[in-house]
């Protein structure tokens, strides 16, 4: 088996490469095709951890799902987190590889990386029948273009048949269409066999005439207008948190108010999705002293580098604000780097997250935690300690940390989590005011989150919501057929399937 592929690249970054990739991948699945999703190149803080521990960009790990098959690294096999202004984790094949400035990767990495690509690449085309690449940014940057390993030189390593897609809803498509392909090579631009508008809004009448117009001038066909779509589909990076916010802002009639504190290095903000889904809860993503108010509920999510967003947090007010809301009754609840944050002190002996070596944390939990070169990640199932709610809650979710975290008192303590291994994680503390967990992905148990709310629900003398819940794994499903019949019926899947069966036959010399 030797895969065909397709290309999705984009005029610029969040055109909704990611969303119509993961589209793809379900469409090609219903139709009964064995495919892969592919990135070569992901830079993004929210990541995704594969059966066998290995990290990559959260992105393909949905379009896996999407095209129901099991997440590799293969399928993104370099991994950039940004750690630090101009900074970033290098991840190849899910490990931590090394830490390294933009000048270093760019000067002394990138090539290099290129038989790491296309030795994935390889691997995937021997075990699928679809290859749904997905690239990075534009192709057409000037100044990064000889180090792009992300866009045309897979697209050329995959013999892949290019789309273009652009963002109509950020207004001059046709100039960012025209101008992408005027910056490309010539062989470059051979390659790019279709154009898809992307998030149209209005009449597609108004549209036509400019439709017309491009294809003459270009020569390329337009194979698609999606209309704009606001479905459920985990975001890629903190790229789409203001749209995110935009799209679903807290109602001044929500009767939990919920706040995430936005933090400057925030990493899985996924983690947060469902509790926009919950009846009842209002969300708001605030950075400054003066916004948080009075929550019921404070969350400090992931983070990049826990020391220099708790340094931030001293900085802007914001860890006296969190520690008085505490003491005033807000629940507080961390999740992994926001789980270090909620502790007495953090050590970090060997400098592995800046040159602070010692700091103190909110002392909302009585923790330590001293940060290793040794990254955990893993996916992770386990119990609900029965106290927090008078019964077992089964969970899982996943994580991607640095550092071990040790309890400092056993009064009024008990772990979060029994693990599945027999270990424990995380802490409840003050009969649950104040939870910490590595776990991320705990609010996609919607049993727990549903729980979790009917506690402050009680506290507030509102009624209970019924136990009965769909699953997360229900409504990702959903989200993802309904995603597929969207973009199915603007896309010209007909001239897809034709430029996929015209590989084919190129391959078996036809």
């Known amino acids: 088996m030797r895969a065909n592929s397709i290309m999705i690249q984009g005029t610029s970054s969040d055109v909704g490469k990611s969303v119509l990739c993961t589209a793809l991948c379900r469409i090609f699945s219903n139709a009964g095709y064995k495919v892969a999703p592919f990135k070569s190149q992901n830079m993004a803080l929210n990541s995704y951890v594969t059966k066998d521990g290995g990290e990559i960009g959260r992105a393909q790990g949905v379009?896996?799902?999407?095209?129901?098959?099991?997440?590799?690294?293969?399928?993104?096999?370099?991994?950039l987190k940004p750690k630090?202004?101009?900074?970033?984790?290098?991840i190849v094949h899910g490990k931590h590889f090394m830490d390294m400035s933009a000048t270093n990767y760019r000067d002394n990495f990138v090539l290099q990386a290129l038989p790491i690509v296309e030795k994935a690449i390889r691997e995937l085309e021997q075990s699928y029948d679809i290859i749904v690449a997905e690239g990075a940014g534009s192709p057409a940057e000037i100044n990064l273009k000889d180090r792009d390993i992300a866009n045309m030189r897979v697209a050329k390593m995959l013999n892949a048949d290019v789309f273009l897609v652009a963002d109509i809803d950020r207004g001059g498509v046709f100039a960012s269409i025209?101008?992408?392909?005027?910056?490309?090579?010539?062989?470059?631009?051979?390659?790019?066999?279709?154009?898809?508008?992307?998030?149209f809004r209005g009449m597609i009448e108004i549209l036509e005439n400019g439709i017309k117009w491009l294809e003459?001038?270009?020569?390329?066909?337009?194979?698609?207008?999606?209309?704009?779509?606001?479905?459920?589909?985990?975001?890629?990076?903190?790229?789409?948190?203001?749209?995110?916010?935009?799209k679903r802002p807290k109602k001044n009639d929500s009767l939990i108010d919920v706040v995430?504190?936005?933090?400057?290095?925030?990493?899985?903000?996924?983690?947060?999705?469902?509790?926009f889904d919950e009846p009842d809860v209002g969300v708001r993503f605030v950075s400054h002293a003066s916004d948080l108010g009075n929550p019921d509920c404070i969350i400090i999510p992931g983070t990049k580098n826990t020391t220099a967003d708790l340094e931030w947090l001293k900085e802007t007010g914001l860890f006296e604000a969190i520690q008085?809301?505490?003491?005033?009754?807000?629940?507080?609840?961390?999740?992994?780097?926001?789980?270090?944050?909620?502790?007495?002190?953090?050590?970090?002996?060997?400098?592995?997250?800046?040159?602070?070596?010692?700091?103190?944390?909110?002392?909302?939990?009585?923790?330590?935690?001293?940060?290793?070169?040794?990254?955990?990640?893993?996916q992770t199932k386990g119990k609900i300690h029965p106290m927090l709610f008078n019964k077992e809650i089964d969970v899982k979710?996943?994580?991607?940390?640095?550092?071990?975290t040790k309890v400092t008192q056993d009064s009024n303590v008990q772990p979060f989590l029994q693990l599945?291994?027999?270990?424990?994680?995380?802490?409840?503390?003050?009969?649950?005011?104040?939870?910490?967990?590595?776990?991320?992905?705990?609010?996609?148990?919607?049993?727990?989150?549903?729980?979790?709310?009917?506690?402050?629900r009680k506290s507030k003398g509102l009624k209970e919501l019924s136990m009965d819940v769909i699953s997360d794994k229900e409504q990702r499903e959903q989200a993802y057929d309904v995603l597929a019949q969207h973009v199915q019926q603007y896309l010209n899947m007909e001239y897809i399937y034709s430029l996929l069966e015209n590989q084919k036959k190129i391959k078996n010399g036809i």
């Open 324 to 378: 008085q809301c505490s003491m005033n009754g807000s629940r507080v609840f961390g999740i992994c780097g926001g789980y270090q944050i909620l502790g007495e002190k953090l050590f970090d002996p060997d400098f592995v997250e800046s040159d602070i070596k010692e700091t103190t944390g909110l002392c909302l939990l009585p923790i330590q935690t001293t940060f290793e070169k040794n990254k955990r990640t893993t």
């Open 84 to 90: 630090q202004d101009m900074v970033s984790e290098v």
């Open 178 to 199: 025209v101008g992408t392909l005027a910056l490309l090579d010539e062989d470059e631009r051979k390659l790019v066999k279709g154009i898809i508008i992307n998030k």
């Open 260 to 275: 995430c504190i936005q933090l400057p290095r925030i990493s899985n903000f996924t983690d947060l999705d469902p509790l």
């Open 63 to 79: 379009q896996a799902e999407a095209a129901r098959e099991i997440a590799t690294t293969k399928m993104n096999p370099i991994l």
């Open 397 to 404: 979710g996943y994580e991607i940390h640095l550092g071990q």
């Open 216 to 246: 003459e001038y270009t020569g390329i066909p337009v194979i698609g207008v999606i209309p704009y779509f606001d479905l459920k589909i985990e975001a890629e990076d903190s790229l789409a948190l203001d749209t995110l916010k935009l």
């Open 420 to 456: 599945d291994d027999g270990s424990c994680d995380g802490i409840i503390f003050h009969h649950g005011k104040v939870i910490g967990t590595y776990l991320h992905g705990i609010f996609q148990n919607r049993s727990f989150t549903r729980a979790y709310f009917n506690e402050i």
